[in-house]
């Protein structure tokens, strides 16, 4: 009996073969994902747990301004928190430098630099790729970097590496690559080891808003509480630190490193959901198909004395073979291609992951989902008890119609062949239902797909759009003896600039009831904002009104109306919030406010900073080269000696102004005026030819920090559309084979009749579309909530949606969908009238 | 003189099972005239139904030609063969084969629909013939599977009518059906040709074969006889009954 149960599989096995190899791709598709996502969700937790062990780091470390740290500090943790082996080092925080990549280009990054003994206070510092000892010997300026440098930008050992400060290059030559444990990300920092001679130049060089000399303390500790800390310091030093200090810790970059990989998994599992419901309605449809193809079979076993579990168990065992097969088959790759997956996470975070073949997770896997197909075909074939012999033999009641006749011919005026297709769509509703859930979902996916390609199809730039800042810019800070006013004036008059405005910069306010402090950004007047673009509510225009980032509305429950209070050197200020706004500034955290806004709360603040729009056409750094060239460079650039002048006078003047120069940058004097005296001759100038102390933009860190990850991305979401696309394909192809099969007769009398091959095909496609219209539509909107919760999600930002996209997204779908069913039903060619009328 | 309205010469079909060819038809050529109630003959398996669909365009021949007309469609590939039924030939099955999933008028529609515009003038077309086959109103918007085997096949002729098809093909159309049923649509049958439609019929039954105006036996593949007969009604019953039987008993039938 089993024997006759077996082949009747074997025989719908072979009968059908394009269903079952549909069946068998969906489910292997669907075991691979999943594979994919169980071997390797842990396989991130464990790969950055593993390198931080390995690298031999600290979990902690607290920067303080060299000039605002006190050893106090360092007793506080020792005494006060009972931290033991704490150890001090020196190293030169930067934020934003500009760096020449391995390929040429300019790029920013967030580093510290520090020498061997300090790296050897935080670390094991464990060299990996290196040049040869005695060719580093020779090298005159040595730097070793994070291995995420090798790994995800490019470099090699023996390279240049070319820092950038005021356009003056210093270079260096990679010796060497290490593991470390902290400090190895675009989006928190990196941290460079140079020879002391290097550190001791770069600490003398350098003192500005983005570059200082820091003290840090480097410990572990299973739960230090920064902000507490950071309180207790501030009540040491009888001042708000917390703009000037910086808190590094495992868990939190582990976050940064780890995060979008894990949104990727979420992506994927997205896709294996979409597939594991394609799979499994296709069985439904199939089965149903053949129980009723098979019906007079069925009656027959019947009649024989075949239990109708017994015939069950045919289908069944069709699908434990499909099924089995396919969850083998994707098992199978998924451990092939774990490798390659293994290198993807080492690229996307930068470090060292030890490959590992994820049989378990594959296996797992396998299992549940062969154990889904299994029981779900296993319900669906228990509908074979539904027909007794009787019925059975009589093809079941099913092919009997006694309903009302939707959409009668008399009355329709339309094309005859899509009369019949709607008359055909509304006649069997049931069965589309399963059609629209699968295109809702893969639809959505493929929304989303769509969207998000599109939003990284220009790069970076699409990321830098969200940044809720205006950061195609170059902030120009004047030296505080200019006035401002008539600088931003002359600015204008100079064809590279397209808009200049005054506004503060890089200022850091507390708010009150807050962890996170605030970066604040201003604008006399917000129409000037050009890509700040308020969620909810409006900018701030009175000076007691401020607009908040996303997520600080979020995490901290404050909406429109609410206030918020400032604090800035013990003065406090309240302002009532009147809008809020998607920003990846400082992590969403940063707050808007109008210049008078700020001045209300620092009284003291001087407006110093120009922000300057470069003209259509013309780029930052060519901006900066104008501005140089109109007014004479930096005080910056002059003090750290960059002036190559060629006479004895002009040598002497160089001299001199890289001279004021320090004095102005550095020591806050305003006014300088000298005289050298050269036997008779004298040689005067003064100070008032210096009018910019530095420049700064976001372009370098915008590229550097979104460039891989607009990239990544982009790649990803390109294949992920195609793969649902061949999802989507198989589903229609399939559907429709078998409508075919289940229709063969009418379609036979449709040809006697006259239907040509293509009418009946265009009839055939056609009795989808309006499920797949309407499950379009419902995608549509799917997709723009998912898209939308995605990115408040992950980013707490919201992207503009392109409607252009979405309509043409929407239509590819259909007319694709249309296509496939069109093609897919060619197998009515294959039709032949005089066989089925000779039957 | 009546012209003809199809034509073939040396036509052959063959099939191949396993390997082995079956020439079913063998260089036949055979003539149908216009107005003829053409009925074809011939002892199982001789071929009947399979000249039937060559020469209705259901199918392709092996070899040879076949002339609707003016229009030779030996070559057409199926979707132009399908496209030249639609105007020129009406079929009746002896499954009668109507759509399971529509109604009495809808199964009719179906076949008009596909040739013409829909339009009041169609529809009351239909309804006028069903009417004249003897479906009543209340069964129009019933379902095949609530009908009698007479009432389908009756409703499978005003389908195959429908569009005033040049031939009338119909194959066994009293096969399924009682002597009763069989009856009422043989006298549709006389009654459509007397209106001056042409059929080809394919039967082994004598009651159906006397009501043609010429019979074609065929054996072998080939014609081996022609019979020819006054229209029905117009002779004696007895009289007719008698030729067409000494025709048959002489091709041994």
Redesign the interface.
């Known amino acids: 009996m089993e024997h006759k149960i077996l082949r009747l599989s074997l025989f719908n096995l072979k009968k059908n073969k394009r269903e079952v190899l549909g069946i068998v791709f969906m489910t292997m598709i669907t075991v691979m994902m999943l594979s994919i996502v169980l071997i390797n969700s842990r396989k991130i937790d464990t790969a950055y747990d593993e390198s931080f062990a390995r690298s031999g780091s600290v979990t902690r470390a607290v920067q303080f301004k060299m000039d605002k740290y006190r050893n106090a500090f360092r007793t506080i943790l020792e005494e006060q928190y009972g931290i033991e082996n704490v150890s001090e080092g020196r190293w030169i925080y930067t934020n934003m430098v500009d760096v020449r990549s391995s390929d040429g280009d300019i790029v920013a990054y967030n580093m510290v630099f520090l020498t061997e003994k300090t790296e050897r206070k935080i670390e094991a510092f464990r060299k990996l790729d290196q040049l040869p000892a005695e060719e580093i010997d020779r090298l005159s300026h040595p730097i070793w970097l994070p291995v995420a440098f090798q790994i995800v930008k490019g470099y090699d050992v023996g390279d240049d590496f070319v820092v950038l400060k005021n356009g003056k290059e210093y270079p260096f030559t990679i010796a060497g690559f290490y593991e470390t444990g902290l400090m190895n990300n675009d989006g928190w920092q990196y941290k460079l080891v140079l020879s002391e001679e290097d550190y001791t130049l770069f600490a003398m060089l350098f003192d500005s808003s983005s570059m200082w000399e820091c003290i840090a303390l480097f410990f572990d500790s299973p739960d230090f509480a920064y902000d507490r800390y950071l309180e207790d310091c501030n009540a040491v030093a009888s001042e708000n630190l917390s703009y000037t200090s910086s808190y590094y810790y495992k868990e939190g970059e582990k976050i940064n490193e780890t995060s979008f990989l894990k949104i990727f998994m979420m992506m994927i599992t997205g896709i294996s959901v979409v597939t594991l419901i394609a799979s499994l309605f296709m069985i439904r449809h199939k089965i149903t198909g053949d129980i009723e193809d098979q019906m007079q079979q069925i009656g027959v076993l019947e009649a024989l004395g075949y239990r109708s579990a017994e015939i069950s168990l045919a289908y069944l065992f069709e699908y434990v073979i499909a099924g089995g097969s396919g969850a083998i088959l994707g098992a199978g790759l998924a451990i092939l291609i774990t490798p390659a997956v293994n290198s993807a996470i080492g690229i996307m975070m930068g470090r060292i992951v030890s490959e590992s073949t994820g049989m378990g997770g594959a296996l797992i896997a396998a299992v549940a989902i062969l154990f889904l197909v299994v029981v779900f075909a296993l319900l669906k074939a228990g509908q074979v008890k539904n027909y007794p012999p009787v019925v059975a033999l009589r093809k079941g009641i099913k092919t009997h119609h006694f309903g009302k006749n939707i959409l009668p011919l008399e009355k329709m005026r339309m094309n005859i062949n899509a009369g019949l297709a709607l008359k055909a769509f509304f006649g069997n509703l049931r069965s589309s239902a399963g059609i629209f859930f699968c295109i809702v979902t893969a639809g959505t996916a493929i929304l989303f797909g769509a969207m998000t390609y599109d939003f990284f199809k220009a790069g970076w730039t699409g990321f830098a759009s969200i940044m809720g800042t205006d950061w195609d810019v170059l902030k120009v800070y004047t030296l505080g003896n200019v006035d401002v006013d008539a600088f931003r004036e002359e600015l204008l008059s100079m064809p590279e600039v397209r808009k200049a405005i005054k506004v503060y910069s890089g200022e850091h306010v507390s708010v009150k009831g807050s962890s996170k402090n605030a970066e604040v950004i201003t604008f006399g007047d917000y129409a000037d904002a050009e890509n700040i673009h308020p969620y909810q509510g409006r900018f701030p225009k009175y000076d007691n009104e401020i607009m908040i980032g996303m997520s600080r509305s979020r995490d901290e429950h404050v909406g429109i109306g609410d206030s918020i209070v400032l604090e800035y050197n013990g003065l406090e200020k309240n302002y009532i919030v009147t809008g809020i706004v998607g920003t990846l500034q400082n992590g969403g955290t940063v707050v808007f406010l109008t210049n008078e806004g700020y001045e209300r709360l620092n009284i003291f603040a001087e407006q110093t900073v120009v922000q300057t729009y470069p003209a259509e056409g013309v780029k930052i750094r060519e901006l900066e080269d104008a501005i140089n060239a109109h007014f004479g460079g930096t005080t910056k650039a002059a003090a750290e000696g960059e002036t190559q002048a060629a006479g004895r006078d002009e040598r002497i003047r160089a001299a001199a102004e890289e001279k004021i120069a320090v004095l102005l940058n550095q020591y806050g004097v305003t006014d300088v005026d000298y005289a050298v005296q050269i036997g008779d001759e004298m040689i005067t100038g003064n100070s008032r030819g210096f009018v910019i102390r530095e420049y700064f933009s976001y372009e370098g860190i915008v590229k550097t920090q979104m460039l891989p990850i607009a990239e990544t991305t982009k790649s990803f979401c390109l294949y992920a559309l195609i793969l649902v696309a061949a999802i989507v394909a198989v589903l229609i192809t399939i559907i429709t084979s078998n409508d075919v099969r289940r229709q063969r007769h009418t379609l036979g009398i449709m040809k006697g009749l006259g239907y040509s091959s293509k009418d009946l095909m265009l009839q055939l496609a056609l009795k989808y579309m309006p499920v797949i219209i309407c499950g379009t539509m419902i995608a549509t909107m799917c997709g723009i909530w998912v898209n939308k919760l995605f990115w408040g999600f992950s980013f707490a930002v919201v992207t503009k949606i392109n409607v252009a996209v979405i309509v043409i997204t929407d239509l590819l779908l259909i007319v694709f969908c249309f296509a496939v069913a069109y093609l897919s039903a060619g197998r009515i060619r294959k039709i032949s009238v005089t066989e089925l009328m000779t039957e | 003189m009546a012209s003809s309205v199809l034509r073939t010469e040396k036509l052959c079909k063959s099939f191949s099972n396993g390997g082995v060819q079956q020439h079913v038809i063998k260089n036949l050529d055979v003539e149908i005239i216009e107005g003829d109630f053409t009925v074809i003959m011939g002892a199982s398996g001789s071929g009947k139904?399979?000249l039937l669909?060559a020469l209705s365009g259901?199918?392709k021949p092996s070899m040879g030609k076949i002339w609707f007309g003016d229009t030779q469609i030996q070559d057409f590939s199926?979707?132009e063969l399908?496209?030249f039924?639609?105007?020129n030939?009406g079929?009746v099955?002896q499954?009668v084969?109507?759509?399971?999933?529509?109604?009495v008028?809808?199964n009719v529609?179906?076949?008009a629909?596909?040739?013409q515009k829909?339009s009041p003038e169609l529809?009351k077309k239909a309804k006028d013939l069903l009417k004249k086959v003897g479906i009543a109103e209340e069964m129009w918007?019933k379902?095949?599977?609530?009908l009698s085997g007479g009432e389908a096949q009756r409703v499978g002729i005003v389908?195959a009518i429908i569009n005033d098809p040049k031939i009338l093909f119909a194959?066994e159309p009293t096969g399924q059906l009682n002597s009763a049923s069989g009856k009422d649509v043989l006298d549709i049958f006389t009654e459509v040709h007397k209106n001056g439609q042409s059929i080809v019929l394919v039967t082994h039954d004598l009651k159906t074969a006397l009501r043609a105006t010429r019979v074609l036996y065929l054996r072998d593949g080939g014609i081996v006889g022609d019979h020819r007969m006054a229209v029905y009604g117009e002779e004696e019953e007895k009289t007719r009954r008698a030729s067409l039987t000494a025709f048959l008993e002489e091709m041994g039938w």
Not at chain 2, 97 to 103: A, I
């Open positions: 139904s399979t669909y259901m199918d199926n979707d399908a496209v039924r639609r105007g030939c079929f099955f499954s084969y109507l759509l399971e999933n529509q109604t008028l809808d529609l179906t076949g629909l596909i040739v829909n529809v918007k379902y095949p599977n609530q389908r194959d």
